[in-house]
């Protein structure tokens, strides 16, 4: 079993050289810092094209841009911050995936059902396999879960990772002559992609707590309004000799815009995710799209299945 309980960033900027004879040593300044911020996540592209920096705070990152241009001299572009969102699911939910083609004399076959679950908030993702080495060699294991995790890295909804699942292999078949990695990794990633469909995915976004202290009773309907027209809400009021106190729950999103001057000027620590209000959440039913189920066929023969004129997709 493998797992991982570290939250992802929650904020993201790009950040590309003014010069582009600069590029290369902008990408080398990155892998640099990368390697000593353990917190930051850094996407370098190709020279030429904006580098993707995702950290814990819009302070965090404005002081890795600072020392890009104090420290390496670069002259950069850095755009506004913006909310890093991701997805999860919120039931159980079951998906086969199989990968099964003819090339020429190559056959590949890779075989497997996955079985997800939610796991607490923040729990992050849990690899396990309900399948005996007799019935799946272990490297085709390894695969699988290459695949699952290559298709946690785009989601389902809208291209944002997934986070906080558990993933089980319930079953899985293979062929001595046509398996091979590949064909395995393929076939995880399919079954993770279809069995998250089925689990009723929601598109979450980072959520601040927000401490609003010394606020004159007479400006306290407009904090009230404040949060509210920042689709936040307040988790607590307190009123002592005519000063209030807030706490209120506002969406990261929110405090990063240029209007939200007001509520940025407190201070603010992440509380966790909920879901996008009115987006990116499927029915109840889910919207799962059918696996097929394919044959097992007979070890130490070449796979009838894995010829082009009899697959079943």
């Known amino acids: 079993m493998s797992g991982s309980s570290m939250l992802p960033p929650i904020v993201r900027l790009t950040v590309s050289a003014s010069d582009s004879t600069d590029d290369e040593r902008l990408q080398t300044a990155l892998v640099e810092i990368a390697a000593q911020e353990t917190t930051l996540r850094v996407d370098a592209q190709q020279m030429g094209i904006a580098h993707s920096l995702e950290g814990t705070s819009a302070s965090h990152l404005e002081s890795i841009c600072n020392c890009l241009r104090d420290e390496y001299h670069l ?8 909310a ?6 919120r ?3 079951e998906a086969e995936g199989k990968f099964i083609r003819q090339v020429g004399d190559l056959g590949n076959y890779g075989h497997c059902k996955l079985h997800i679950e ?12 309900a399948v005996s080495h007799d019935a799946l060699p272990k490297e085709y294991l390894s695969s699988i879960e290459r695949g699952v995790q290559s298709a946690m890295r785009l989601g389902v909804l809208s291209g944002r990772p ?5 993933v089980t292999v319930v ?3 293979y062929h001595a002559l046509d398996s091979n990695p590949m064909a395995f990794e393929f076939a995880g990633a399919v079954a993770l992609k279809d069995a998250v469909r089925n689990a009723a995915p929601v598109l979450l976004e980072p ?12 400006l306290a309907a407009t904090i009230r309004d404040e949060v509210k027209m920042h689709r936040g809400r307040i988790d607590r009021e307190l009123t002592v000799n005519g000063w209030s106190e807030f706490r209120a729950i506002v969406p990261l999103s929110e405090l990063l815009l240029s209007s939200s001057h007001l509520l940025a000027e407190f201070p603010a620590e992440f509380a966790g995710y909920e879901p996008v209000a009115d987006g990116g959440v499927s029915g109840d039913n889910g919207t799962g799209v059918p696996a097929n189920t394919p044959s097992r066929p007979p070890h130490g023969r070449r796979s009838e299945t894995a010829r082009p004129d ?4």
Not at 121 to 129: D, I, L, M
Not at 208 to 218: G, N, S, T
Not at 310 to 313: L, T, V
């Open 162 to 166: 997934l986070v906080d699942l558990k």
């Open 118 to 129: 939610p796991s607490k908030s923040g729990e992050g993702y849990v690899f396990a396999s």
């Open 75 to 82: 002259a950069i572009n850095v755009s506004p911050p913006e």
């Open 84 to 89: 890093v969102l991701v997805e999860t699911i």
């Open 171 to 173: 079953d899985a078949s």
């Open 91 to 93: 039931k159980s939910g």
């Open 310 to 313: 009899q697959e079943d997709e």
């Open 207 to 218: 959520m601040m707590l927000v401490e609003i202290e010394e606020v004159p009773q007479e």
